[in-house]
């Protein structure tokens, strides 16, 4: 029995030098077979132990990943609105570029019909119009300042909106000057006609009034007659001219009249000039106003050279002085 339990323990010598004693440690088999599973079982744990705090911190990286990842989603959301954003600028930066476009040539239309009635009114001197109003002397960039504030991208597309609307409303306002301003010069040439076509000037170079309009003591009878115009004496031959612009209606002799013509005139105006040696007019031909139509002479029912001038209104003759006075 005691030889059975020395042979179930194990003896350790322990020596620390020369000048000490051996110790013997007796350890029986048991307890040396459980140091390992010990060590064993530590290890276990202690891998156990590192694999757990692994994991949590596996776990704790994969939620900064995930909240990195939406981080980088947010700014790749936001640079993309800020793209979607500049693209829309620009696109209506070039649509305004190109409505700018299109009105410059519509100013440059209704400049150059502007520029065609001032020429028009100038060239027949009737009305002065005044040119643009002359630009500033200063220089507008050396007298400007304010406090500076920046700008967003949503101001801008609110600017381009509103400059926009400012294009759609300058756009309408030029389509009506378009339409206005040709109506205009059309008014303009129509009253120059009739201001031209007004007979104002003397129709001779003579300015010798041998009879007045009105009630006279007829030098053929002597007896009292009315005189429907004007009796202006001059040379045999000299020139007689158009008191108006107008058309050549009548060119006829008559015993009473000798040779005569009548042009139209607008607002129911006719000029009658007689007792003229020559006619260099025929009817239908349209004279302006100042443009030699006859010579002076003696035709008809007269007593020596000189031109019968009359105005006629609507039908019924009227004074010429207050015309061509």
Do not use: C
């Not at 609105?81 to 476009?101: H, P, Y």
């Not at 000029?271 to 035709?299: C, F, N, P, Q």
């Amino acid at each position: 029995m005691k030889s059975a339990n020395v042979n179930q323990r194990l003896t350790l010598l322990v020596m620390r030098d020369a000048q000490h004693a051996v110790k013997q440690i007796h350890l029986s088999k048991h307890l040396l077979m459980a140091i390992p599973a010990v060590a064993v079982l530590s290890l276990s744990g202690l891998v156990v132990a590192m694999q757990a705090h692994s994991s949590q911190v596996v776990s704790q990286l994969e939620q900064q990943v995930s909240v990195e990842t939406l981080k980088n989603r947010q700014v790749q959301l936001t640079l993309s609105n800020r793209e979607q954003s500049m693209e829309r600028l620009q696109n209506e930066i070039i649509n305004l570029s190109s409505q700018a476009k299109t009105m410059k040539l519509k100013m440059d239309t209704v400049d150059e019909l502007e520029q065609q009635l001032k020429e028009f009114i100038n060239k027949h001197n009737t009305t002065r119009v005044s040119g643009k109003a002359s630009s500033q002397s200063i220089n507008d960039s050396e007298h400007v300042g304010g406090e500076y504030i920046a700008v967003h991208d949503s101001d801008m597309l609110d600017l381009a909106k509103e400059t926009k609307d400012d294009f759609q409303e300058m756009r309408k306002l030029l389509d009506e000057m378009q339409l206005k301003v040709p109506n205009t010069l059309e008014q303009a040439q129509e009253t120059q006609i009739q201001i031209s076509g007004t007979p104002t000037i003397w129709p001779t170079v003579s300015k010798v009034m041998t009879s007045s309009f009105g009630y006279r003591t007829d030098p053929f009878t002597g007896r009292a007659a009315f005189h429907a115009g004007i009796d202006i004496a001059g040379d045999e031959g000299g020139p007689v001219y158009a008191a108006g612009s107008g058309i050549v209606v009548t060119t006829e002799e008559s015993g009473a009249r000798g040779r005569y013509i009548i042009i139209e005139h607008p607002n129911g105006l006719q000029t009658w000039y007689m007792h003229l040696s020559r006619i260099e007019v025929s009817v239908g031909d349209s004279v302006d106003k100042g443009s030699k139509i006859a010579r002076l002479g003696s035709t008809g029912r007269s007593t020596g050279p000189h031109l019968h001038f009359q105005v006629v209104k609507d039908d019924k003759p009227v004074n010429p002085l207050p015309y061509v006075k």
